[in-house]
T-cell receptor, first 113, second 110 residues
Framework: DSGVTQTPKHLITATGQRVTLRCSPR?????VYWYQQSLDQGLQFLIQ???????AKGNILERFSAQQFPDLHSELNLSSLELGDSALYFC????????????FGSGTRLTVV | TQLLEQSPQFLSIQEGENLTVYCNSS?????LQWYRQEPGEGPVLLVT?????EVKKLKRLTFQFGDARKDSSLHITAAQPGDTGLYLC??????????FGKGTKLSVIP
């Protein structure tokens, strides 16, 4: 157990639907990062939060949004889902943004049918 | 263009063999990280290398950061089935985001 908790573990939904993925960071970590992993693109950075505020955006689609709440948990909202959004979504956390390693959760596998 | 190129993409070896995987770039980095990812799990940090020419050992795994800090290698001695997984190198870019290579998928056959 890495200490980063992601729910749900698996999610199957239809095209056009909206889903919410949840992440609880490791205790004491203020930074949360979201990544998408697909077979062809590998692990791609989506968005970063630090202590409730958005710090950086990567390759995140406009249909996707996220937020970090006062208790530091984070949610990634995916809307108007397309088949190509099927992927593994990972959350990672760190105490502060730094040059050192981050702790990843075990991911949410999203399947859009 | 991929910032980090990893090779080989796939590697299948017998238990007990040695292997080396590579992570290359044309850019210079202040540090580089190696992660291992097992099926159904998130990446787990193995090591961070910081100094050019640095060598770090983690049991049977030896990590080296190139002198020019543009590349890195991971050498596994006497591979075990438990070493099976996806090996990813990553660097910090922008506002402290991790940028990953596409990884080397290693299978160690008993």
């Amino acid at each position: 157990d890495s200490g980063v908790t992601q729910t749900p573990k698996h999610l199957i939904t239809a095209t056009g639907q909206r889903v919410t993925l949840r992440c609880s960071p490791r205790s004491g970590d203020l930074s949360v990062y979201w990544y998408q992993q697909s077979l062809d693109q590998g692990l791609q950075f989506l968005i970063q939060y630090y202590n409730g505020e958005e710090r950086a955006k990567g390759n995140i689609l406009e249909r996707f949004s996220a937020q970090q709440f006062p208790d530091l948990h984070s949610e990634l909202n995916l809307s108007s889902l397309e088949l190509g959004d099927s992927a593994l979504y990972f959350c990672a956390s760190s105490v502060v943004p730094s040059n050192y390693g981050y702790t990843f959760g075990s991911g949410t596998r999203l399947t859009v049918v | 263009t991929q910032l980090l190129e990893q090779s080989p993409q796939f590697l299948s070896i017998q238990e007990g063999e040695n292997l080396t995987v590579y992570c290359n770039s044309s850019s210079v980095f202040s540090s580089l990280q190696w992660y291992r990812q097992e099926p159904g799990e998130g990446p787990v940090l193995l090591v961070t290398v910081v100094t050019g020419g640095e060598v770090k050992k983690l049991k049977r795994l030896t990590f080296q950061f190139g002198d020019a800090r543009k590349d890195s290698s991971l050498h596994i001695t006497a591979a075990q089935p438990g070493d099976t997984g996806l090996y990813l190198c990553a660097v910090i870019t922008g506002s402290y985001q991790l940028t990953f290579g596409k990884g080397t998928k290693l299978s160690v056959i008993p």
